[in-house]
């Protein structure tokens, strides 16, 4: 069964910092790309960041570049997302999602297949 537990949202003032971790299990997790969505009320889903299954491209929004880190560790099976100076626009629920691609990756949903549940962050002013 595929699982991706996605944890470690809250309740944090701006300027604040939140550090997201996906665990992962049942497939092949560094054959996989690992994106991260997030998705706020009355807003469209947006592809925050990615990396490669073997975590050499990692891409992000220009929303959260320079203020968010992606990383992984193959051996956990487990990706990161640091976020530092968040600010309210930041508030929404954000998801994990796993796609093919050990040497890219996407911030496109449609190329997701495996999704986990979200994790909710508030931001206040």
């Known amino acids: 069964e595929v699982q991706l537990q996605a944890s470690g949202g809250g309740l944090v003032q701006a300027g604040g910092s939140l550090r997201l971790s996906c665990v992962t299990s049942?497939?092949?997790?560094?054959?996989?790309?690992i994106a991260w969505f997030r998705q706020a009320p009355g807003k469209e889903r947006e592809g925050v960041s990615c990396i490669s299954g073997r975590g050499g491209s990692v891409f992000y929004a220009d929303s959260v570049k320079g203020r968010f880190t992606m990383s992984r560790d193959n051996a956990k099976n487990t990706v990161w997302l640091q976020m530092n100076s968040l600010q309210p626009e930041d508030t929404a629920d954000y998801y994990c999602?796993?796609?093919?691609?050990?040497?890219?990756?996407?911030?496109?949903?449609?190329?997701?297949?495996?999704w986990g549940q979200g994790t909710q962050v508030t931001v206040s002013s």
């Open positions: 999602a796993g796609a093919w691609g050990s040497y890219t990756c996407s911030r496109d949903a449609a190329e997701h297949y495996y």
């Open positions: 049942g497939f092949t997790f560094d054959d996989h790309a």
